[in-house]
């Protein structure tokens, strides 16, 4: 059987930029909700999961931990770009030069 990869790792997102500031705050908020809407849907001992509002604070709690996830991607450090682009361009234009004036 063919080896299958490993997942690379979720990046982290930096602490302190001020949208993860206020996501993380939204995902605190969202657990309490959720905690609450947990204890309304316990009966006997057992969580209804398919209580309408339990479902509705699980899924938003879901949605914030994606953006958090998302945001964490897209404030990820990058890798400085080379110039390599640039510079092998400079020796084509260069001998394009001397074949336009041979042609006057």
Known sequence: MAK???KKKAPKPPENAPTVIELRKEIAARKEKLSKRKEAATKDGK???FDAKYRLA???LKRA?????AEAVRLRPRKPVEAAPAAAAAPAAAAA???AEEKK
């Open 4 to 6: 299958s990869k490993e």
């Open 47 to 49: 969580v209804n999961k």
């Open 58 to 60: 699980v899924k938003r």
């Open 65 to 69: 931990q994606r953006k958090l996830a």
């Open 97 to 99: 030069a001397p074949a």
